[in-house]
């Protein structure tokens, strides 16, 4: 039996990046080209009618932009949307990680067209991307992460292991798919006078870190920095890999980056980072996995646990994305399963702080 085409559709009001982009979709047997919008209001409406598999969306468009079509969407017809975008204009940068925290997947560059050096890379990357999303089963804008405590009354789903320890010195925190709103909530509920460093691992397109560091910073009590090899970390920062590069924690007071070597890991790996903090904290670690896809994490996060460390999953209902949380759940890696503001507070219970 023939697979089924992934039908996309396209949103993009530049007439050349279309010709671009159409080209590229309609000439990959896996993909069924639905339509065309040239703005974000046809895009909400080619959306309810023909129900695409994913969509490619700018973030510049008349009547209705990327950020609005993209919160229409997934409150009426959920969709994987993949945010197509220039990454040299600064306010484009910062409208495109508003777009993510609308309930957008995933974030990257517009690929080159036909004569560019570099056209048949971004063309493979963008199909590959548009496959890759077209997979991922999204919930809708999510059940909103500000909950009630009634509402978040969530059990632990492993008993705490005796050995865990009650002096800790490192919270790790690994993102992909709705991974920007899960870790802005997450962030703005730790307090500025938070004790330990934070290391962050977020899966995006190397060329929005900048602009994700900045947005999340608007959140977040404390500094949010893209990290640097080398870089000595201290309590009450949060320390975010940079695009394209492995961050890990090379001892107890210094950080370290790394180009991909294994392309089986994700890059940013979370995996990476958290082997690390097994290797150097061990028990004194609070590691956090949060929205995303693909099972990057969950492998390391039950290492740590075994090693006594404190351990945290995303939970399904505020999760654009359940992979990488349910892998770690399924292999019983994680103490416990809330959402984002939930583990903040339970955070500062565990190590003794007011937030």
């Known amino acids: 039996m023939e697979k089924p085409k992934i039908k996309v559709l396209i949103a993009e009001d530049s007439i050349v990046i279309q010709k671009v982009l159409r080209n590229m979709v309609e000439n990959d047997d896996r993909f069924e080209l639905i339509g065309i919008a040239f703005d974000g209001r046809q895009a909400v409406e080619l959306a309810l009618k023909h129900k695409p598999d994913v969509i490619s969306m700018d973030v510049n468009m008349p009547i209705v932009d990327g950020v609005e079509a993209t919160r229409q969407i997934m409150d009426v017809q959920p969709t994987p949307i993949v945010i197509v975008s220039s990454y040299y204009n600064s306010s484009e940068i910062d409208m495109a990680i508003k777009v993510l925290d609308a309930g957008a997947v995933n974030i990257m560059e517009k690929p080159n067209g036909p004569g560019h050096p570099k056209y048949e890379y971004s063309r493979k990357n963008y199909l590959n991307i548009l496959k890759l999303m077209a997979e991922i089963k999204v919930v809708g804008r999510r059940q909103k992460i500000k909950v009630t405590e009634k509402e978040t009354s969530y059990k632990p789903i492993l008993t705490v292991p005796k050995k865990v320890s009650t002096d800790y010195e490192i919270l790790v925190v690994g993102a992909s798919a709705g991974g920007p ?17 934070v290391v962050f691992v977020q899966h995006i397109d190397p060329h929005f870190a900048d602009g994700f560091a900045v947005w999340l910073n608007t959140y977040s009590n ?8 080398n870089q000595e970390f201290l309590p009450g920062k949060i320390y975010m890999s940079p695009g394209g590069k492995h961050i890990f ?5 210094t950080l370290g980056l790394l180009s991909e070597t294994n392309s089986n890991l994700s890059v940013p790996s979370v995996n990476k980072l958290f082997e690390s903090a097994e290797n150097i904290f061990g028990k004194k670690t609070i ?9 990057d994490g969950a492998e390391q996060m039950k290492k740590l646990k075994n090693a006594g460390a404190y351990t945290y999953a995303q939970d399904e209902k505020t999760c ?14 994680v103490i416990k399963v809330l959402p984002p503001t939930d583990i903040s507070t339970d955070i500062c219970q565990l190590i003794k702080i007011n937030n």
């Not at 404390?222 to 090899?229: C, G, H, L, S, T």
């Not at 654009?320 to 890696?333: D, F, Q, R, S």
């Open 249 to 253: 924690l090379r001892s107890k007071t």
């Open 320 to 333: 654009l994305v359940y992979g990488m949380p349910k892998e770690a759940v399924t292999e019983g890696a």
């Open 222 to 229: 404390m500094p949010v920095v893209i990290a640097y090899d």
């Open 287 to 295: 590691a956090v996995i949060l929205s995303g896809m693909g099972c």
């Open 181 to 197: 709103e899960s870790a802005r909530h997450l962030f703005e509920k730790l307090p500025a006078n938070f004790p330990l460093p």
